[in-house]
């Protein structure tokens, strides 16, 4: 006061709540998203976040939906215990990976060349947050390649050859594939025959005939449940709403979305 000749300006005790939430003002994520997102840490391993968020990212594609950003925050929020707004961020750079980074992220997703192509949307997930986001190092690719897949018949490679043509109804895509193999493999004398549905799928989806089998499971419980719903067009809403009740099956046997 000597020195300036007046009483400057002063502050008094702040609400550090709102302190704290201005900080972070510029990201969508709160300081209890930062706090959830530092908890569950770094790395590669169960639990850590960039674990949580690539497991969210599997679960969120579907070979007849493709990659599903509302399913996506709804898991990572409920999983990182993080908002909706904060995990919409990641939401937005897995929909990323998915359309640009399929093949470096293949056999694993924490691949060095999975993780250098996903970050080039680094700049924009930080502004997106807020702040710099718990990230991974490199992993061991084979171990994370066989934990990936262990869970169901098809490998790396079945779900590559799947991912490379792609959900839709266009020619060539998965599911019209898998759909026309539906098709000719139902004889008003056999009925459905899932050998034939299995080497059909085999040979123009190129998978392995373990990992076609699943999808002739599944096409099975649509001839027997479905073929009502299904008379008009495979693709109807309601061929398809009465055929994916048995989702949660079929993803049990491909060990994947």
Known sequence: VSCVGSEPPSASPCNEEVAAVEETAAGQCSAADAAAMQQEGPGTAAGNFPQLAAKCGKSSFSIFH?????????????????????????????????????GACLTSWCSSKCLDCVDKYHDTLVSCVGSE???ASPCNEEVAAVEETAA???SAADA??????????AAGNFPQLAAKCGKSSFS???????DKYTQCLSSSAKISSGCASCFAASGKYG???????????????????????????????????
């Open 160 to 169: 590559a050859a799947m991912q490379q043509e792609g959900p839709g109804t």
């Open 66 to 102: 493709g990659f599903q950003e509302d399913k996506y925050t709804q898991c990572l929020s409920s999983s990182a215990k993080i908002s909706s707004g904060c995990a919409s961020c990641f939401a937005a750079s897995g929909k990323y990976g998915f359309d640009n980074c399929k």
């Open 152 to 154: 169901g018949q098809c």
């Open 188 to 194: 008003i004398f056999h009925g459905f025959q899932e």
């Open 223 to 257: 001839f027997d449940n479905c073929k009502g719903a299904c008379l008009t067009s495979w693709c109807s809403s309601k061929c398809l709403d009465c055929v994916d009740k048995y989702h949660d099956t079929l993803v049990s046997c491909v060990g994947s979305e």
């Open 133 to 135: 986001p718990p990230s």
